[in-house]
């Protein structure tokens, strides 16, 4: 049960940002102080929604045991619906004041590969990545392809995208594995069920106060594109490669003709791959402390399985198995899996905290 102190706490925080808000003139403070407040007003309003049904539930309490049998009958039938409400308002309340994943409202670098199977992998990896803009498009959110590297007949070896929007790395992160489907390639002339495999990657994109890279650890190699045909392929230096020297990540970009817009691409990558580096290193120190989270979000860990011939896609990290692939691989009902992750995650956290009061 959550303290009344705390409660009355909590709206006074809301309310004393609420009061800086409006006297505050600089621009900065202003968009920090908005942050803020668009963050502690649901919190504030949940806490006033439970002060008030306790207070409610301490009136009615009284009212039904009082002399008049008719407004104690009726106090008696309010008090029972208001008993019924309480907990779940509270529960709501918990919910909200769980520890918050610094990089939940980020934008993400997500980035999808084939894996083990060949030519059906390669198209695996488009099937997926399909799956995630049809999402993203569903969130209302923008996604820029970064760097693709087609595969011969379909698909993709590679493809990174950007994807921008509130709370993107907070939906998506429980996306980040090994991804595999069972299938007839339609290569395959005997009917043969294959098994093939894709990884998909998440990586919050840092804002700049997140990540420091100094200029003097960065080497920048530029040379000339190659792939298909075109009149500036292979006629200028467009193509950037920046290594940062103290940890010896390398990221290369190629698809636009402009050298400036490749070595910005390619800056935007690295900084994502630095920072997600930066946060496994933290999350291998508290790893302890995540064993009760829904998967590790380790790449090479094995998280779901889309079965075609039996319409059966299964999360294994929550053992939860639906029979619609065509509307999830189409990235319609995507949102029931990420949902229900979500909701296991909450849950376990919840139950930790409870167990560590």
Known sequence: MIPPDKLDALIARFEKVEAAMSSA??????????????ELKPVADKARELSSLRRQLVELEELSKGADKDMAEMAYEELQELKEKAPAVERDLQLMLLPKDKADDSSVILEVRAGTGGE????????????????????????EVLSVSDAEKGGYKEIQASIKGDGVYARMKFEAGVHRVQRVPETEAQGRVHTSAATVAVLPEPEDVDIDIKESDLRIDVFRASGPGGQSVN????????THLPTGVSVSQQDEKSQHKNRAKAMLILRARLYDAERA???????????????????SERIRTYNFPQSRVTDHRINLTLYNLDDVIRGDALGQLVDALTSQDQADRLAALEANA
């Open 25 to 38: 003139t600089k621009g900065d403070e202003i968009v920090r102080l908005s942050k803020e407040h668009g």
């Open 235 to 242: 006629t200028t230096d467009s193509a950037v490669r920046i």
């Open 281 to 299: 290193r933290m999350d291998a120190e508290r790893s302890a402390a995540r064993k009760g989270m829904v998967g590790s979000g380790d790449r």
């Open 120 to 143: 059906e992998a390669a198209l695996f990896a488009g099937d997926l990545f399909k799956m995630y803009q049809r999402y993203a498009g569903l969130q209302g959110w923008r996604v």
